[in-house]
Every structure is written in C-alpha cells, then in structure tokens.
C-alpha cells in the first residue's frame, strides 16, 4: 500500500477535520433558543417528527436535515423517504456479538447524534492525527480487522449500518490487536460530503458493495457520476479508491462511471493481495461468479 506508506512519510500536515466549514449548520429543535438560531456552531439536539394530519413532519420549518435519512425532510417540513445505497436489517446480537459490543463499542464505536456536535473531531474519536482510510460497508469486519491491523500507521473509519455486522467486527478488532478502527453508522455519502476534508483521504475501500441487482434498483447502486465526483475530491493527490465485487454488471457500471470521471485514473486489476477472502466473495466463487477488483488513483 505505498500510497498509505508515502503519506505516512511525508511531512505534509492533513487538513483539520473539525467540524470544517463545508458541514451543514447544526439542526434545531422547536424548543431551540433565539440565540442557538442566530449563532453559527451552537449545539442543538435531533429534530423531533411530530404528526400532523396524517403527515409525518419536522416541527421546525428550517431544520436541516442530519446525518440519519430517515429522518429528514423536505423543505416544508414533510418527512422524505430518500433513495440510498444500502437498506438496514435487523439489530438482534448473538451472545458473542452481544458481548464484543458491551466490552469495546464506547472505545471504537462513533455514536450517530456524535456527528451533529459542532465540535465533532476525527482526530478527537481516534486520539492522535494519522493518515486516514475510509471504508464504505465494513459488514461483519473481515476485511477490515485484517487490513487495519497490517496498517497500525493509518486510521480507518468504518462505515456500517447494520449493527450486528458492527458487534461482529468489534470482536475481530480485538483479536487482531487492530486498535486503529472507529465503526460508524451514519450515512457513508452524506459523512463523505460534511465529515472529510478535501484532499484528505489516503485511501477509499469499498469491498463488495450491494449491486442491486433489479433494473429498478440501480437507482440505488453507490457508484454515481455524483458520488465518484464527491469520493475523488476527498482523496489525496496520488490517493487511491480500491472497489471489488462479483455482479458483472455492477463492475462494467464501476468501471464506465470512474473512467468518466476526470479527475481519477485507473481501471481493472488484478486482486488486491492484502485484501482478505470475505463471505461475500466466497459466496460468489461458489456460485462462479468472476470477482472484479478495480483501482483508480487521483
């Protein structure tokens, strides 16, 4: 990973990640004071969604919307069902999971309302400044664990929605030793937009994201023109996105969007050797579907 090594080397300061200035404004609350209203990085609460009439809406004409889409709303206050790239599960933990959970998540796990706090500081939830790797949909941590605990040098920030995939990866942290990783479950785009600084990412992994197989779904596939715009601004010069799936389809769509898109180069390769065998993968081998890994570099 000599893109990671030779950002590891350099002397070069990473842009401060401190609630930057390309956040939205904190939300407000219907109880929210004159002076929380009219000043700029006042800590608010989450909107409330009050009933009225039969529609769901925000008791507060101008409040942004926050970082969980199923809370937010159109601009006269209507609840507004979004179209996202991944859907949530169930929460049931195993016992295993349960107990992975209860002994590390208030270490390695970023709680949702964290990110609407004006003060919100990667550095702060990782505890020092290191170059930094996302990764878009960690699921139960396979790749994850092995890959952070090969870079203790880097911080890893994990994006995953569904919770039982989090506990999971808590316990594959530990037995790895891979302190480097905090687990969000925030939306990865939105966090992508108002979280990361530009030119800030060393790396960008997404391992096996949904295909969305379904014509009528593809609407919903993370890979956009929009997103690769989003995704590419956010890396370092000579920083690297790493994708990998097994839907043919879904990897032509990967490939036309990123080589569409002028600021990356890049294309298909050749497996990633550091990235471990995950369930995804396996269960597209077993099926012989063709595993896809693509690299582009900004």
């Known amino acids: 990973m000599s893109g990671v090594s030779a950002r590891a080397a350099s002397s070069t300061p990473r842009p401060a990640l401190s609630h930057p200035r390309w956040r939205r404004a904190p939300r407000l609350t219907a109880t929210s004071s ?54 949530r599960r169930g929460n049931r933990f195993t016992p295993a999971q349960q107990e992975a959970w209860d002994a590390h998540h208030e270490k390695w796990v970023i709680p949702d309302e964290a990110v609407d706090h004006p003060d919100f500081s990667l550095a702060a939830w990782f505890g020092r400044e290191a170059p930094l790797v996302v990764e878009i949909g960690s699921g139960i941590g396979e790749a994850t664990a092995v890959l952070a605990a090969q870079r203790p040098e880097v911080d890893v920030l994990a994006f995953e929605v569904w919770r039982p995939g989090v506990a999971h990866t808590l316990g594959l942290l530990a037995e ?30 997404t391992f096996f994201p949904d295909p969305w197989p379904k014509s009528k779904h593809h609407k919903r ?57 995950t369930k995804f993968e396996r269960k597209g081998l077993a099926v012989d579907r063709v595993i896809t890994d693509l690299r582009y570099t900004r």
Not at 49 to 68: E, K, L, M, N, W
Request: glycine share 8%; net charge negative; hydrophobic share 40%.
């Open 176 to 205: 790895a030793g891979a302190e480097n990783v905090r687990l969000i479950s925030v939306d990865a785009v939105w966090s992508m937009e108002h979280l990361i600084a530009p030119g800030s990412l060393d790396e960008l992994w």
């Open 34 to 87: 004159v002076a929380e209203r009219g000043c700029e990085g006042v800590f608010a609460k989450p909107v409330e969604v009050v009933r009225i009439g039969g529609t769901y809406r925000s008791p507060v004409p101008d409040a942004v919307p926050p970082a969980r889409p199923h809370l937010k709303f159109t601009d006269d206050g209507r609840r507004m069902r979004e179209v996202l790239s991944y859907s």
């Open 221 to 277: 596939r993370l890979v956009t023109p929009s997103f690769a715009a989003l995704a590419s601004s956010r890396l370092r010069p000579g920083g690297s996105w790493r994708l990998a799936t097994d839907w043919a389809h879904y990897a032509e769509q990967m490939q036309e969007v990123l080589d569409a898109e002028p600021t990356l180069s890049g294309g298909v390769v050749e497996r990633w050797a550091d990235r471990p065998v």
